[in-house]
């Protein structure tokens, strides 16, 4: 069975400063792996996935991804925050058919 | 030019009730989904349609009846409504349904039941 952990609930960081969304996965099998951001009363945004290759992938908005094959890790980065960036974001795994397996979200807090 | 898109945005019944959530895609994908969102908003998949034909069916009530008149539309009808569907349901779709797809996913529907 395939799993994400996202281990904090909320991420709070001050407008202009790096911030990280941390993921860890678990799957059998190569791990196919995407981020999704929530606005309030919204759909989910895809914003990048890793599938294979170069372990840093560029997405939408600024944000890019690391992919850690020994720390089974697939970390959600922006170098500067901002306010916009608030939001309700979600990591998620597909390892064998097309389920996509969600993890429990982490909303981001940028404060000004 | 939405291109997953749901409706009703918003569906207030009460229990026992008989309820349908329309999805819709433009994007000319062969693969349709639903999620459901709960109040603590752990996402999880429902059902997948590849091309009219059931795909996934998750652990779901038989309450739960999807159905896929064509490969652009993905209904959801909910028999008997009780307290604990309320919950925001998402459609979703993706070009071929395999395992590297980007599923693009529609604005929700909240249902409330009563």
């Known amino acids: 069975a395939q799993s994400v952990a996202q281990p904090e609930d909320q991420v709070n960081v001050a407008e202009g400063n790096p911030l990280t969304v941390k993921c860890t996965y678990s799957v059998s099998g190569n791990p196919y792996l995407f981020w999704y951001v929530q606005y309030p009363n919204r759909g989910l945004q895809f914003l990048l996935k890793y599938i294979t290759g170069d372990n840093l992938v560029k997405g939408s908005y600024g944000f890019e991804a690391e992919f850690n094959k020994s720390q089974t890790s697939f970390h959600l980065k922006k170098p500067s925050a901002l306010v916009s960036d608030s939001a309700l974001y979600f990591c998620a795994v597909t390892g064998g058919g097309n389920k996509l397996t969600f993890g429990t979200g982490t909303q981001l807090k940028v404060e000004l | 030019d939405t291109a997953v898109s749901q409706t009703p945005k918003y569906l207030v019944t009460q229990m026992g009730n008989d309820k349908s959530i329309k999805c819709e895609q433009n994007?000319?994908?062969?693969?349709m989904y639903w999620y459901k969102q709960d109040s603590k908003k752990f996402l999880k998949i429902m059902f997948s349609y590849n091309n009219k034909e059931l795909i996934i069916n998750e652990t779901v009530p038989n309450r739960f009846s999807p159905k896929s008149p064509d490969k652009a539309h993905l209904n959801l009808h909910i028999n008997s409504l009780e307290l604990g569907d309320s919950a925001v349901y998402f459609c979703?779709?993706?070009?071929?349904?395999?395992?590297?797809?980007?599923?693009?996913f529609g604005p929700g529907t909240r249902l409330t039941v009563l």
């Open positions: 994007l000319g994908h062969d693969t």
């Open positions: 979703a779709s993706s070009p071929s349904g395999t395992t590297t797809d980007t599923q693009y």
